[in-house]
């Protein structure tokens, strides 16, 4: 059985950091491309970042370029986001999700990826 575990999540003041973690377990989670994505309150859901399989390629929405990172440990098979920099606007529940790798990219729609956490929390006050 596969489990996807989100932590991290918090209450920040903007500005301020937090690094989120994803903890998979049930599946060869150096063969799977790995993202991360959010749902503000009133709109749909959307991608943050997305990580390939080594780690060597990754994407960014642009409107977190340059404030998060995205890294994996596949020794330890975890999924990190680093986010700094945080505005109000960055307030959502950020899911962590895992999807059968097909080449050296990683995807950003959701229907490429199949397993999902519940999902942790973001509140970031102004």
């Known amino acids: 059985q596969v489990q996807v575990v989100e932590s991290g999540g918090d209450l920040v003041q903007a500005g301020g950091s937090l690094n989120l973690s994803c903890i998979v377990s049930g599946l060869d989670f150096d063969d799977y491309a790995m993202a991360w994505f959010r749902r503000s309150p009133g709109k749909e859901r959307e991608v943050v970042s997305c990580?390939?399989?080594?780690?060597?390629?990754?994407f960014y929405a642009d409107s977190v370029k340059g404030r998060f990172t995205i890294s994996r440990d596949n020794a330890k098979n975890t999924l990190y986001l680093q986010m700094n920099s945080l505005k109000p606007e960055d307030t959502a529940t950020y899911y962590c999700v895992a999807g059968e790798s097909n080449g050296r990219e990683c995807g950003e729609y959701e229907y490429e990826y199949t397993y999902w956490g519940q999902g942790t929390q973001v509140t970031v006050s102004s």
């Open positions: 990580t390939s399989w080594s780690g060597a390629w990754s």
